[in-house]
T-cell receptor, first 116, second 114 residues
Framework: AQTVTQSQPEMSVQEAETVTLSCTYD???????LFWYKQPPSRQMILVIRQEAYKQQNATENRFSVNFQKAAKSFSLKISDSQLGDTAMYFCAFMTRDNYGQNFVFGPGTRLSVLP | NAGVMQNPRHLVRRRGQEARLRCSPMKGHSHVYWYRQLPEEGLKFMVYLQKENIIDESGMPKERFSAEFPKEGPSILRIQQVVRGDSAAYFC????????????FGPGTRLTVT
């Protein structure tokens, strides 16, 4: 069974600083996708960034980037120039597909607080 | 193109009542996934449906919970005889096809059982 672990239940960072959220996963699959979702107080799940496992290049979306280490099964999220609006729960997720559909597994989340 | 819609956003039920949660997928999406999020936890998969078919209900409790996605209308997650432990946020997500690599989430329904 696939599992996703986020070892940091809570983190805080000063505004404009950089923070890294950790995520590790366990799978025997070779083809999969990894995601980071943000859940602000509104509870809406917002996709932050996506990484295809077959791509060696780390994904980047503006201030958000990942460090994908496939051999180590690690997928950390780096947030640069943190903003107050980044305060939220962050969930790492792992997804595989088969002929029938998608199988998403979410980690327990990291609560990030950006301090003014 | 409207996103995934869920209603109601908040639902309060007394123990023993029934709860019906609705999910309208994005236009053109025929695959719907339901997740439950308990307080301070991540999302847990419950059930995956295509139009008129349940594909995978391995995450659904065996009793009191049912889901459907009729040919016309929204997908419905139904919880009979609710108990306090059913209090949670219920999210649905849709995707256009099985081979898609992304799910689009609705805003969730927060169910409170008193």
């Amino acid at each position: 069974a696939q599992t996703v672990t986020q070892s940091q239940p809570e983190m805080s960072v000063q505004e404009a600083e950089t923070v890294t959220l950790s995520c590790t996963y366990d799978t025997s699959e070779n083809n999969y996708y990894l995601f980071w979702y943000k859940q602000p107080p509104s509870r809406q799940m917002i996709l932050v960034i996506r990484q295809e496992a077959y791509k060696q290049q780390n994904a980047t979306e503006n201030r958000f980037s990942v460090n994908f280490q496939k051999a180590a099964k690690s997928f950390s999220l780096k947030i640069s120039d943190s903003q107050l609006g980044d305060t939220a729960m962050y969930f790492c997720a792992f997804m595989t597909r088969d002929n029938y559909g998608q199988n998403f597994v979410f980690g327990p989340g990291t609560r990030l607080s950006v301090l003014p | 193109n409207a996103g995934v819609m869920q209603n109601p956003r908040h639902l309060v039920r007394r123990r023993g009542q029934e709860a019906r949660l609705r999910c309208s997928p994005m236009k053109g999406h025929s695959h719907v996934y339901w997740y439950r999020q308990l307080p301070e936890e991540g999302l847990k998969f419950m059930v995956y449906l295509q139009k008129e078919n349940i594909i995978d209900e391995s995450g659904m409790p065996k009793e009191r919970f049912s889901a459907e996605f009729p040919k016309e209308g929204p997908s419905i997650l139904r919880i009979q005889q609710v108990v306090r432990g059913d209090s949670a946020a219920y999210f649905c997500a849709s995707s256009p096809r099985a081979s898609s690599y992304e799910q689009y989430f609705g805003p969730g329904t927060r169910l409170t059982v008193t």
